[in-house]
C-alpha cells in the first residue's frame, strides 16, 4: 500500500474527504479483483462541498479562527459535514459547525492533490496489564507526519496550493495544534468516577472531567466547541458535582438486591439473556464463506469455458486461502459463544457479591469505574431541572457478566 501511494497514488478506499467525491477510473488491475466486479476509483472534486474547502483555507491565512469560521458556515445555512453526508453520519447530530470539524479539513493534506497513507497506525493495547490472557484491542494513534507516505506527484485535482496549505499548518503549529499528531494530550492524574457515562440532556454528547479545588466535576464544553448560530438552545455552562451522585445512586443499584427484590431481579436476570444465537463475527465469517464458494463455482466454470489455466489457478488459490481463514474465524467465535446461565447458576452468583452497597461505596476509585463500565451505565443529566436519569443496560455479553435491562431511576443531585 506504501508504494501504490508513493508510485501511483492510488486511491485505497475509505469515504472520501469533505470536498471530493469519487469518480470511477475503469477496472481494476488486478485480474482476479477484475474478475469479481471491482473497479478502481479515484477523488474529484464536488460540486457543492469543494468551494466551502477553499473557503476555510482561505479566511484561515487571512487570520479568522477556527470558531469564527464555524460560525460563519453556520449562520450562512452551510451543512457542516456529518449533515451533508447523513447516511454515514446516523451517529452524529449534524447540527452546526464545529471547531474540530474546521481543523480536520485544515490539516489534511489531500486537498494539495496528493494521496496520503499511513496517518495513522492501529497499535495494539493490553484489556488487562494484569491479565494477558484476556487479550488485547486495537488503538488509533497519529503517526508522526514524517512516517506519512506521500504520492511524489499530484494525483486528483487539488482544492488548495501548497503554500496555502503549509501557511494553515505554520499557524496551526504556532498554536499548539499542528498536523499529524504533534499536540500530545497531557495523561490526567486525577480519577474520574463516571468517566465517558454522563451524558447532557440538552446536546446529548458526553460530559467531559474536570477537577476544580480538589472535587470532581462533569462538564460540557458543547457552546465552546459547536457554532451556536442557529439558534442552539444550550445553557452557557452545564457543571455536575460528583461526589453528589455517587452515594444516591450506589444506593439504588443496591436497592435491587435487597430480600424483598431479590427474587424480581434474579428473574429479570434469567429472562434478559440473549438467546444461544450465533455471535456478529462468526455470521459474517459464514457469510465469507459461501460467497467463496460461490467464486469457486464461476472460477471452476470459467476454466471449463476455455479460460487460461494458470490464470484461474492462481483465482482458486486466493479464493481458497480466504476461505480456510473464514472457517478457522468462524470456528473461533462459534466456541466462544456465550451459555446462558441457569436461575440456580444466577442466584448463586448474586448472592456471592454479597453487601454491594458497602462494596462500592469502599471501593477504590478506578476499581468502581470498572464497576459501571461493566454495568453499562448510562447517567443524563438535564441541567435545567438538576436531574440525572440513571440506566443500567447489560443486553450485551460482558465479560462472564449475565444480561439485565431497563433499569432506570431519576435522581436530583
Known amino acids: 500500500m506504501a508504494a501504490q501511494t508513493l508510485l501511483e497514488g492510488r486511491y485505497l478506499g475509505g469515504r472520501p474527504p469533505?470536498?471530493?467525491t469519487l469518480r470511477d477510473l475503469g477496472p481494476h488491475p488486478n485480474p482476479a479483483k477484475a474478475a469479481d466486479g471491482k473497479r478502481l476509483k479515484g477523488l474529484t472534486p464536488d460540486e457543492q462541498t469543494a468551494p466551502i474547502v477553499r473557503q476555510i483555507f482561505t479566511e484561515f491565512v487571512s487570520g479568522i479562527g477556527l470558531f469564527a469560521i464555524a460560525e460563519g458556515l453556520t449562520s450562512n445555512h452551510v451543512p457542516c459535514p456529518s449533515a451533508h453526508d447523513r447516511a454515514r453520519n446516523r451517529h452524529r447530530s449534524g447540527i452546526a459547525w464545529s471547531k474540530s470539524a474546521v481543523r480536520v479539513i485544515l490539516t489534511n493534506p489531500r486537498y494539495?492533490?496528493?494521496?496520503?497513507?499511513?496517518?495513522?497506525?492501529?497499535?495494539?493495547?493490553?484489556?488487562?496489564?494484569?491479565?494477558?490472557?484476556?487479550?488485547?484491542?486495537?488503538?488509533?494513534?497519529?503517526?508522526?507526519?514524517?512516517?506519512?507516505v506521500v504520492s511524489k506527484e499530484i494525483t486528483h485535482e487539488p482544492l488548495i496550493a501548497d503554500a496555502t496549505f503549509e501557511q494553515a499548518q505554520a499557524i496551526l503549529q504556532r498554536r499548539g495544534r499542528g498536523v499529524g499528531g504533534q499536540h500530545v494530550r497531557q495523561r490526567t492524574r486525577n480519577p474520574y468516577v463516571?468517566?465517558?457515562?454522563?451524558?447532557?440532556?440538552?446536546?446529548?454528547?458526553?460530559?467531559q472531567g474536570q477537577y476544580s479545588h480538589g472535587d470532581a466535576y462533569y462538564r460540557c464544553r458543547f457552546p465552546q466547541e459547536y457554532a451556536l448560530a442557529n439558534q442552539v438552545h444550550h445553557p452557557s455552562n452545564v457543571y455536575l458535582r460528583e461526589d453528589t451522585l455517587t452515594d444516591p445512586l450506589d444506593t439504588w443499584l443496591a436497592s435491587a438486591f435487597t430480600p424483598h427484590h431479590i427474587e424480581q431481579t434474579i428473574t429479570a436476570m434469567t429472562d434478559a439473556q440473549p438467546p444461544n444465537?450465533?455471535?456478529?463475527?462468526?455470521?459474517?465469517?459464514q457469510t465469507i464463506i459461501t460467497e467463496c464458494d460461490a467464486k469457486l463455482e464461476r472460477y471452476r466454470a470459467a476454466l471449463d469455458a476455455g479460460a487460461d489455466p494458470a490464470v484461474v489457478t492462481e483465482w482458486i488459490s486466493q479464493t481458497q486461502a480466504e476461505r480456510a481463514r473464514a472457517e478457522a474465524d468462524l470456528h473461533t467465535h462459534s466456541s466462544n459463544?456465550?451459555?446462558?446461565?441457569?436461575?440456580?447458576?444466577?442466584?448463586?452468583?448474586?448472592?456471592?457479591?454479597?453487601?454491594?452497597v458497602t462494596v462500592l461505596r469502599d471501593a477504590d476509585p478506578t476499581d468502581k469505574a470498572e464497576v459501571y463500565q461493566q454495568l453499562g451505565l448510562r447517567l443524563t443529566y438535564q441541567p435545567?431541572?438538576?436531574?440525572?436519569?440513571?440506566?443500567?443496560?447489560?443486553?450485551?455479553?460482558?465479560?462472564?457478566?449475565?444480561?439485565?435491562?431497563?433499569?432506570?431511576?431519576?435522581?436530583?443531585p
Open 18 to 20: 469533505y470536498g471530493y
Open 194 to 207: 463516571f468517566r465517558g457515562l454522563i451524558y447532557c440532556a440538552a446536546c446529548d454528547r458526553r460530559m
Open 277 to 285: 444465537q450465533p455471535p456478529p463475527l462468526a455470521a459474517a465469517a
Open 112 to 148: 494539495t492533490g496528493r494521496q496520503v497513507w499511513n496517518k495513522q497506525r492501529t497499535d495494539e493495547v493490553l484489556l488487562d496489564v494484569d491479565d494477558v490472557a484476556m487479550g488485547h484491542t486495537g488503538v488509533m494513534r497519529w503517526n508522526a507526519r514524517d512516517k506519512w
Open 337 to 356: 459463544r456465550p451459555r446462558r446461565m441457569s436461575r440456580t447458576e444466577i442466584k448463586d452468583l448474586v448472592q456471592a457479591l454479597g453487601d454491594i
Open 384 to 412: 435545567e431541572t438538576q436531574t440525572v436519569r440513571a440506566a443500567v443496560d447489560l443486553s450485551a455479553h460482558r465479560g462472564a457478566m449475565v444480561c439485565v435491562r431497563g433499569a432506570t431511576s431519576t435522581r436530583n
